[in-house]
């Protein structure tokens, strides 16, 4: 009798997820979709995440689009505990204080779309959001946030991303309380759907 080993969906999930972090972080990988003549993409994903729940939908969203992904990622990692990690994040916002980025989107005039994805942190975008917005000219171009949370909702993320984007035309946003993969993916899969006019 031949034993089978049975692979999860959040395992294999995880494996691919690995793929496009190869790179290094704060660096550019291209989606699987079309490309411009110039093997360029005209479509960004820029993402920040602390568990990979934004990185599941960040990379969904760069291959369904074909879209160029990016990590943003903050100069000085934050924390690995969880309850430092919420100090110093509500001490950055208490200041408004901007952490300084590893690196930001070479060549980002030649965008037209920015996906733009992070998890609420004390009921709003974490400070590194701001910095990205602020380190890269969205005027004119249509910025897509997506955003994960723990069951609190947006809190006034939205506000932080268009207060810091004055110049960007802003899509509908997606939400997604963390939970099951699958039920995120299919979700995902119809906002994008819902934004391709």
Same mark, same amino acid.
């Given at each position: 009798m031949t034993s089978t080993k049975t692979i999860s969906r959040r395992q294999a999930l995880k494996g691919s997820l +690995?793929?496009? =972090?190869? +790179?290094?972080?704060? &660096?550019l990988t291209t989606g699987t979709g079309p490309a411009s003549a110039t093997g360029r993409t005209s479509s960004l994903v820029a993402y920040f995440t602390r568990t990979g729940n934004t990185r599941l939908i960040a990379t969904q969203i760069a291959r369904a689009q074909g /879209?160029? $992904?990016? @990590?943003?990622?903050p100069r000085d990692p934050y924390p690995e505990d969880y309850e430092e990690q919420v100090a110093q994040a509500e001490d950055e916002r208490r200041r408004a204080y901007l952490p300084p980025l590893r690196g930001t989107v070479p060549d980002?005039? !030649?965008?037209?779309? *920015?996906? =733009?994805?992070?998890?609420? #942190? !004390?009921?709003?975008a974490p400070s590194v959001i701001r910095s990205f917005l602020r380190a890269h000219d969205m005027s004119g171009k249509r910025l897509a946030p997506f955003v994960?949370? !723990?069951?609190? !909702? =947006?809190? &006034?993320? $939205? +506000? *932080? *991303? +268009?207060?810091q984007a004055p110049g960007a035309r802003l899509a509908d946003a997606f939400s997604?309380?963390?939970? @099951?993969? %699958?039920?995120?993916? %299919?979700? *995902?899969? @119809? #906002? =994008?759907?819902?934004? /391709?006019?």
């Open positions: +690995a793929l496009p =972090l190869a +790179a290094g972080m704060g &660096s /879209a160029t $992904l990016f @990590q943003i990622v980002f005039d !030649g965008f037209d779309t *920015v996906y =733009l994805g992070f998890p609420i #942190w !004390g009921t709003t994960t949370h !723990g069951g609190y !909702g =947006l809190g &006034s993320s $939205l +506000a *932080v *991303v +268009a207060e997604k309380e963390c939970d @099951q993969e %699958r039920e995120t993916l %299919r979700e *995902v899969t @119809q #906002w =994008l759907d819902g934004t /391709a006019r």
